[in-house]
């Protein structure tokens, strides 16, 4: 059971280059999202989906951007990368798109470094 | 807004001792889930334990029990007979009941504890 998988785990970036952040799960968890981890910030949500087709913002989306199209996954891309999104990202899925005492299963995060 | 504060950056204990993290929140909503989560080196994130706001009895997971102030709003993690794994930094979420639509399932999350188990 993969659960949810992200790639890259490492990444370099120089300021204004693009990429995306893969996130895949294999649970059909309906709510899936992302988190940056900054130190001494905790966790802030950036962006999450309860379905597919359907996205929203969260506490930090800006600079980001990312879509739903299918259950399994859910890309969260960089478009032009600043040094302030030095973090590192956390994707995770709930089986509950409503919450209540389901919990957030994360992937392993992708430290990511923009020069 | 719902707030979450850790107010122990860091945290030490001995082996096979007790120690207890703290964690407070801010909220004007009677009825919410709370988690503690541990993230150990391998910057993996791994559910600890949940409370239900409408449950008295406080949590427990075999050596991970919390004690749950809802007046005082409160919700420390005990662990007990503290191990070598258990070091890793902690942290505290807050979740809001179901019935605010679609935005609920997000955790606000506190700034963590960083816990060093002594040999």
């Known amino acids: 059971n993969a659960g949810v998988t992200q790639t890259p785990k490492f990444q370099v970036l120089k300021t204004g280059q693009s990429m995306t952040l893969q996130c895949a799960q294999d649970?059909?968890?309906?709510?899936m999202s992302w988190y940056r981890q900054d130190p001494g910030m905790g966790l802030r949500l950036i962006h999450y989906?309860?379905?597919?087709?359907?996205?929203d913002q969260g506490e930090v989306p800006n600079g980001y951007n990312v879509s739903r199209s299918t259950t399994e996954d859910f890309p969260l891309r960089l478009l032009s990368a600043a040094p302030s999104q030095t973090s590192v990202y956390f994707c995770?899925?709930?089986?509950?798109?409503?919450?209540?005492?389901?919990?957030?299963?994360f992937g392993n995060g992708t430290r990511l470094t923009v020069t | 807004a719902q707030t979450v504060t850790q107010s122990q950056p860091e945290m030490s204990v001995q082996e096979a001792e007790t120690v207890t993290l703290s964690c407070t929140y801010d909220?004007?909503?009677?009825?919410?889930?709370l988690f503690w989560y541990k993230q150990p080196p391998s910057r993996q994130m791994i559910l600890v334990i949940r409370?239900?706001?409408?449950?008295?009895q406080n949590a427990t997971e075999n050596r991970f029990s919390v004690n749950f102030q809802k007046a005082a709003k409160s919700f420390s993690l005990k662990i007990s007979d503290s191990q070598l794994g258990d070091a890793a930094m902690y942290f505290c979420?807050?979740?809001?009941?179901?019935?605010?639509?679609?935005?609920?399932?997000?955790?606000?999350f506190g700034t963590g504890t960083l816990l060093a188990v002594q040999p």
């Open positions: 649970m059909n968890h309906e709510y």
């Open positions: 989906s309860v379905g597919a087709g359907i996205t």
């Open positions: 909220t004007s909503e009677s009825d919410y889930y």
């Open positions: 995770a899925s709930s089986y509950s798109r409503t919450g209540g005492n389901s919990p957030l299963h």
């Open positions: 979420a807050y979740r809001s009941p179901p019935y605010y639509g679609g935005a609920t399932n997000k955790l606000i």
């Open positions: 409370q239900e706001a409408y449950k008295q």
